[in-house]
C-alpha cells in the first residue's frame, strides 16, 4: 500500500462556459499535490484561484479533464468512499435535529439505527455538544452547526479528511475554538487532512505542510513549505513563536504578488 493517502498527478480543469461553448476556461493546469497518510497539509492561494476544484477533484465530485488522482495507491474512479467532506457551508438538514444530521451517514451506510445513535451521541460530546443533539439547526449557534458538521463528517471514520474553509464565518474567538478542536481530533487518529482556506495564519498554526498555489486562471503550485513548530499546538499561543513569524514572513512572500493579482482580476470581473 501506498504510504500517500491522496494523490493527484498531473491536474488539470478545464470548464466550457454555458453562454458560449466554445469558449473554455482553465482553472487548475498541471498540478501534482500528494498527502502522506497522517499527514495534516493546507492549501492557501487568491480568491478565485480553484483550491475548492481541487478539493472537489480529491473528493471524486469533479473529474480532472486530465491527470490521475490515487487513494493508498489506487486509481480513484468515482466518489472517493475513504475521504469525508466538510463544506464551507455546513450540509446540516434543517429538519432534523443535531443528533439526526450526525446519524445520517451511517444510517445511508446500513449501520442500524441503535449503533448509529449511540456513535452519533459519542461524536457530539467529542465535540462538546452532550445535551444539545435534540436542537434543530436554527437553534444553534454559528460555532455550535459547524461542530455537528464536524461530527457529521467524523463519525463516519474517514481515512482522508477534506476541508473547504470550514470556518471562514466564524468570529476570531471561536473560529480558534474549532481550530483547537479539529486539531485535537486530528492528533488522536492522525487521519491524512486536506484543508483549503484563505487564512494564511490558520494554515501555519494547524499544518505539517502548507502549498502555495497561484493566481488564476490555469493555477498551479508555486510553493511549498513545510511546518516545523512543535506539536501540541495551541493556534493562538503558535502565533507569537519568532518561528511561526518566519514561517509566515517566507511564504507570505511567494503569496502575496499572487494575492494582489488575484484582487486585481476580481476588480476587473466587477468593473
Request: proline fraction near 4%; include cysteine; aromatic fraction near 6%.
Amino acid at each position: 500500500m501506498s504510504d500517500h493517502a491522496l494523490e493527484l498527478l498531473s491536474i488539470s480543469c478545464t470548464f466550457h462556459s454555458k453562454d458560449d461553448p466554445g469558449q473554455r476556461y482553465t482553472a487548475v493546469a498541471d498540478t501534482t499535490l500528494r498527502i502522506k497518510a497522517g499527514e495534516f497539509v493546507s492549501v492557501v492561494g487568491p480568491t478565485g484561484c480553484g483550491k475548492s476544484t481541487l478539493l472537489n477533484v480529491g473528493a471524486g465530485l469533479l473529474e480532472p479533464s486530465s491527470g490521475t488522482v490515487k487513494v493508498f495507491g489506487q486509481t480513484l474512479a468515482g466518489i472517493n468512499t475513504r475521504a469525508g467532506y466538510m463544506f464551507q457551508t455546513e450540509a446540516l438538514m434543517p429538519w432534523r435535529s443535531a443528533l439526526d444530521n450526525v446519524m445520517v451517514g451511517l444510517q445511508y451506510r446500513g449501520v442500524p439505527d441503535v449503533e448509529a445513535r449511540q456513535q452519533a451521541e459519542a461524536w457530539l460530546s467529542r465535540v462538546g455538544l452532550s445535551g444539545f443533539g435534540d436542537r434543530y439547526p436554527h437553534q444553534l449557534s454559528g460555532g455550535m452547526r459547524k461542530r455537528v458538521a464536524l461530527a457529521q463528517t467524523l463519525v463516519l471514520d474517514p481515512d482522508i479528511i477534506l476541508m473547504d474553509e470550514p470556518f471562514s464565518a466564524l468570529d476570531i474567538q471561536t473560529r480558534q475554538l474549532m481550530e483547537n478542536e479539529v486539531l485535537d481530533l486530528w492528533s488522536a487518529k492522525k487521519k491524512a487532512v486536506l484543508f483549503i482556506t484563505h487564512d494564511l495564519d490558520e494554515a501555519i498554526a494547524m499544518s505539517d505542510r502548507v502549498v502555495v498555489l497561484s493566481a488564476g486562471p490555469a493555477t498551479h503550485p508555486i510553493g511549498e513549505f513545510a511546518i516545523d513548530l512543535a506539536r501540541p499546538r495551541d493556534v493562538a499561543e503558535v502565533r507569537t513563536q519568532p518561528r511561526f513569524v518566519e514561517l509566515h514572513t517566507q511564504i507570505w512572500e511567494v503569496l502575496r504578488d499572487e494575492v494582489l493579482k488575484g484582487y486585481a482580476q476580481q476588480l476587473r470581473k466587477a468593473a
